[in-house]
């Protein structure tokens, strides 16, 4: 069976952990942490970058950072990963979904001026796939009515609107370093990019139990207290040396990813005549390689295409249910429809992407799709 995704090791992941387990410091903060977190300060920007243990906690650092409280409303995509909505669900606000946009799985920016009422705090999109929002719209509606801005930049290492890199546009920018990202921090890891610098200081509080534990290791304090509250959001350095390893060849991963994604998107045109949707790039965007997908006519027609695939030893899988309709939150959504959700849930496929998926594989993978549409 072809996988759907399967993890790239660079080789020098063992030798880096080697290298922490001899240092005597494998808990979080200690020199790999530094150099990765140095790194994406670097690459993206930022006032400060701070690992974590997954995108779930940068989110959770980013919902506690702002302060939300109960009754606040949040503004965020339907079409998404359980964890965008959670760190703010943790806190009790009330979640206020949008819609796809029209052609993208990408939330729809225009729905966004409509949504905002005096309780409104934040909004959060989500760069679906890598490819950017449309971050001009969101940054307005964010600053005319000043809610701060938390881009779930999970999918977007590498990528950016208008020269920019994702997860720098709005205050807080969370990446995720788990095994199906594009590199990983040896299976969960993830970081908050700190973009605006009046959060950088309580952010490292909230990241270490509360405390200026940072401050003190930096000789700015004599002693470590506890200041506010927080939680233990700071990944192993074990996890900081595997992550090094991946960024050391970001690079080559980018190069790779991208060029199966663009073979993907050559040799599917056909379909877009079908009426299949393909992924449109916009102006603004760029492409991270992070996943390829289509958008089957109907649901049925998706069950068939993954059956007729799986049959065929090629694994191909559907992504999000819409969270206005899941279990947990059905019952609290305010019950508008928002059928771009529904229709990206039902009949978006994603078909297998990794750095070690060579070109005869991926050939047989293309022909194969191509099949079922000319059976
Ligand atoms: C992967 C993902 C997350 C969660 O990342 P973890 O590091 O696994 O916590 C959140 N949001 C989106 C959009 C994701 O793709």
Known sequence: MLPFNKPYFVGTETRYIEEAVRSGKISGDGAYTRRCE????QH???????LTTSCTDALE???LLLNI???????????????????????????????????????????????????????????????????????AVAEQHSLAVVEDAAQAINSYYQGQPLGTLGALGAFSFH?????????EGGLLAINDPLLVSRAEILREKGTNRAAFFRGEVDKYSWMDIGSSFLPADINAAFLWAQLEALEFIQAQRCAIWQRYHTALQPLAALGVELPILPSYATNNGHLYYLVCRSLPERTALITHLKARG????????????????????????????????DCLV??????ELDETEQQRIVREVLAFYQQ
């Open 44 to 50: 993206l920007g930022s006032a400060r970058a701070l």
């Open 314 to 345: 090629i694994a191909a899988i559907f992504h999000y249910q819409p969270l206005h309709r899941s279990p947990y939150y059905a019952a609290r959504h305010d019950g508008r429809a928002l059928p771009r959700a529904d229709r990206y849930a």
């Open 350 to 355: 994603r078909l297998p992407l990794y750095v």
């Open 179 to 187: 095994e199906t990202k594009n590199v990983t921090a040896g299976g």
């Open 61 to 63: 650092l980013a919902a």
């Open 69 to 139: 409280q109960p009754g606040d409303e949040v503004l965020l995509p339907s079409f998404t990963f359980s964890s965008t909505a959670n760190a703010f669900a943790l806190r009790g606000a009330n979640l206020v979904f949008v819609d796809c946009a029209p052609d993208s799985p990408a939330l729809d920016a225009a729905a966004l001026a409509a949504l905002v009422t005096p309780r409104t705090r934040a909004i959060v999109p989500v760069h679906y796939a890598g490819t950017a929002c449309d971050m001009a719209t969101v940054l």
């Open 38 to 41: 140095a790194w994406f300060e």
